[in-house]
């Protein structure tokens, strides 16, 4: 990658401009794999809490329908008995 794509893509990424046009080859090559690995990280960390999401929304639902269940069986014997 040259080194005008480099600073181009540190801009994108939020780093100021003039820091950047400061910066030599390695240290931009550096930030700019530190910032995509600590994107990567968080993309996995973000894909992590959905799933404990879905997961809880799943166990909810579960439980709900099984409280449901338990409440139509008590009305059954209810109706039984009486």
């Known amino acids: 990658m040259s080194d005008e794509r480099l600073k181009l893509k540190l801009v994108q990424a939020a780093y ?11 240290t931009m090559m550096l930030t700019l794999a530190t910032y995509m690995a600590d994107q990567k990280e968080h993309t996995q960390a973000t894909v992590a809490d959905e799933e404990e999401e879905s997961i809880g929304e799943f166990t909810d639902a579960k439980t709900q329908a099984g409280a449901i269940s338990l409440e139509e069986k008590r009305l059954i014997l209810e109706k039984n008995v009486f």
């Open 16 to 26: 100021q401009e003039d820091v950047v046009s400061r910066l030599d080859r390695q």
